[in-house]
């Protein structure tokens, strides 16, 4: 069971990333797949996850209309669009598994991957 994060990179505020989970080990039709930033200096949150079933997507109130979550079960990764980016949104991403359904608690998760840092700044 492993998940494994990339992507991350240092951009500007108004740029684009994309992020990616490689699920390995277990199949995205029976985990939900949710991703989890922490800011330095800050607590985990809850940024975004995709159900396992019909691939419901949820969002964080901060990150609405900018991320988008989608998954790809032939490939079994989870990628996670980010527009519009802000200094806010600087931090370590993590993607994270739980079965079946989403929860906007982050300590709700089982199964983390390592993060990949996020940095925006002009």
């Known amino acids: 069971f492993q998940l494994q994060a990339s992507g991350g990179g240092s951009v500007q505020p108004g740029g684009s990333l994309r992020l990616s989970c490689a699920a390995s080990?277990?199949?995205?039709?029976?985990?939900?797949i949710g991703w989890v930033r922490q800011a330095p200096g800050k607590v985990r949150e809850w940024v975004s996850c995709?159900?396992?079933?019909?691939?419901?997507?949820y969002y964080g109130d901060s990150v609405k209309g900018r991320f988008a979550i989608s998954r790809d079960k032939v490939k079994n990764m989870v990628y996670l669009q980010i527009d519009n980016l802000k200094p806010e949104d600087t931090g370590v991403y993590y993607c994270?598994?739980?079965?079946?359904?989403?929860?906007?608690?982050?300590?709700?998760?089982?199964?983390w991957g390592q993060g990949t840092l996020v940095t925006v700044s002009s």
């Open positions: 994270a598994a739980r079965q079946r359904v989403c929860n906007s608690g982050w300590l709700q998760y089982s199964d």
């Open positions: 080990g277990f199949s995205l039709d029976l985990y939900a």
């Open positions: 995709i159900s396992a079933r019909d691939g419901t997507t």
